[in-house]
């Protein structure tokens, strides 16, 4: 089951094309989907982390933040206040 859902988040194909070693994949992406919601995946992660921390497997001062995740304010790009656009320099100098 979890070779399955790993299957499937590595390759980030469709539930339906999960090769049927790892099961029926209605019923992986079932469990998966019940694990996600009732917080399983997040402990699981905890223990990994606290385990590795121990063992000073983890380097805490390295740091990385996917930009595919982080959302900017509208104001971040730049945008003007209720949107009217700025005329460019070469028609304020006519």
Same mark, same amino acid.
């Given at each position: 089951?979890?070779?399955?859902?790993? $299957?499937?988040?590595?390759?980030?194909?469709? $539930?339906?094309?999960?090769?049927?070693?790892?099961?029926? $994949?209605?019923?992986?992406?079932?469990?998966?989907? /019940?694990?996600?919601?009732?917080?399983?995946?997040? /402990?699981?992660?905890?223990?990994?982390?606290?385990?590795?921390?121990?063992?000073?497997?983890?380097?805490?001062?390295?740091?990385?933040?996917?930009?595919?995740?982080? /959302?900017?304010?509208?104001?971040?790009?730049?945008?003007?206040?209720?949107?009217?656009?700025?005329?460019?320099?070469?028609?304020?100098?006519?």
């Amino acid at each position: 089951m979890i070779n399955g859902i790993l $299957w499937k988040l590595s390759t980030g194909a469709a $539930w339906r094309d999960l090769p049927e070693r790892y099961g029926p $994949w209605k019923t992986v992406y079932e469990r998966f989907r /019940r694990w996600s919601a009732d917080g399983t995946w997040d /402990r699981i992660l905890s223990r990994v982390q606290q385990h590795s921390d121990a063992v000073g497997t983890v380097d805490w001062s390295i740091v990385c933040v996917d930009s595919t995740t982080v /959302r900017a304010h509208q104001h971040a790009a730049g945008a003007r206040k209720g949107g009217t656009a700025r005329r460019s320099d070469a028609r304020e100098a006519d």
